[in-house]
């Protein structure tokens, strides 16, 4: 609600401010009024999810180009155009104001039915389609997977991971197949927007094979990481997630729980600070004991991060229980400098560049517009040939004067003078 | 959303509407300028709900654009109303109607 009312008021203002603008008899004051139709239309940006836009708007537009304007009123005195303004009293141009409004008008309704009946919210932006990864964190060693019939990943060893592929909808069976042993298939279904991890786990020679899904979206406050967790633990054991600085040594419990449970093959989701943190994954049901620690362990932001808890195998039948962390760079938040940075330098480097260029060329042609030939002063043209005193002894030793008068003497043309107010 | 994407597009309809009887109706050349850079202000804006309405970024970075260039057109524009200035003392544009001097 408040939103609404914003919006309304900015609205007004910068409508209000755009008709005196126009009806302004001094331009100062017209190009003030434009400086505040442009800071409420950066208003509006703000409102509309794009800060970065919002502040080059005040920087450049009513920063840069106003002052530009105001500079060159104050430069040709035009300030009081208006008093002088004898208005269209051409006879040819009579015909402008009926017209010009009538156009006006005409403009608005039609443009204003359209919007009003035209429905633009009832359509949805479309999703990208669903994509896929496969994950290793099983001890079959390298695994070749197929999704319908596509081989997505060969030979991928342990702890890593592969690109996402898209995939078109429908129904695609996902075989694993390890260098030993026999495939493991499930069943993978895309889903626009959604992004799914193939995950491989467990100890053994067939691994398990699970499908966990990853949410890419931004996270709700700037500044934090997001990590998926999957619990692939080989002995089917529930974990908690806990602070592992944050144990009462009188209760040997651990005060700060951050997640209570995650049951085995399942995954959850947290949006944590960036940052190190201190992790320790604990059995829910003995809390004493310790599964997984992760000490000093970073997420950065901008990262989004799965990690996979699984085990590995070591000789003489030992192992140990390790995460996999898979980390991918997150997209940035919509509309901040980070993001349009991001599109500008990959995506719209060409066009960047080519602006950069067409400034430089307008700073250019303003000065070679603006270049006036600076002629010498008349007076060093005026000056005498000879001096004074010496055309004195010059005379006394010829007898007869010497005259300037019949010497050719330049035009003499009219001094400069200082601009005028228009007339 | 609270406020529909319709609010700002008719918003930026009516802004466009003001600067193109600006551009029509003043004699003013600065004042036409001025004019011009409210209609480019007002496709900012319809640019902007736009991309907030689809989810992409493309219509925020034309909009950046479109700052650039508006900012280097009024630079080219104002040093021709100066050098206009300098031989005709005077820049109502029923004036300037003819490409002479």
Redesign the interface.
Known sequence: ?T??WL?IIV?AL??AA??M??LSEN?IH??LF?IV??VS?AV??L????P??AM??IT??AG??MV??IF??M??G?EK?GLA????I?SR?RW??PV??A??LA??FT??IS??Q?N??EKT?PLAPGEVRVVNASNSGPLDVYVGSRLIASSLPFGAATEFTNFEAGQYIVSVRPVSGREVTTTYLPADGMFTNIVAYGSGEMPQVALVEQNFAAVARDGDTRVTIFNGIGSAAAVSLVDSRSLDTNTDQYVNTIITSIPASTSASIDTPSGEVNWRFIDTTSPSNTLVDLTAQPFTTHQNSLLVLTDQERGDNASRLLPVIISTTALPE??SPR??GF??LTQ?LL?FQV?GL??LA??V??IV??H?EMRPSRKIQQRRKVSRSLTNVISAQVGQDVSEEDLPQLPQPEPDTE??P?? | ???????????S??????????V?????A??V???I??ML?AA??AL??F????????G??F???I??????????G??????I??TK????I?DLHEMKG
């Open positions: 609600m939103e609404l919006f609205g910068a409508v755009a008709v603008m126009l331009a017209s190009a434009l139709t442009m239309i509006l940006f409102m509309l999810n794009s970065f836009l080059i708007q450049v537009y840069a180009i530009l304007f060159v009123i430069l040709l035009a155009l303004d004898p208005g269209p051409k141009f402008f104001t010009a409004l156009l006006a403009l608005l443009a204003g919007t009003l035209g633009i919210d932006p919509f509309g993001s349009i599109s500008l719209f066009p602006l067409l400034l307008g700073m042609g303003v517009i603006t006036r601009p005028e228009a007339s | 959303m609270a406020v529909q994407t319709e609010s700002y597009i008719m918003l309809i009516v802004l466009f509407t003001l600067g193109a009887m600006g029509l109706l003043r004699r003013n600065i004042l300028f001025m004019s850079e409210l202000n900012n804006l902007v709900a991309a907030r309405h689809w989810g992409g970024e493309t925020q970075l909009v950046f654009f700052i650039t260039v508006a900012a280097s057109e009024v630079a080219i104002l040093a021709l109303i100066v050098t200035f300098r003392r005077s820049i109502n029923d």
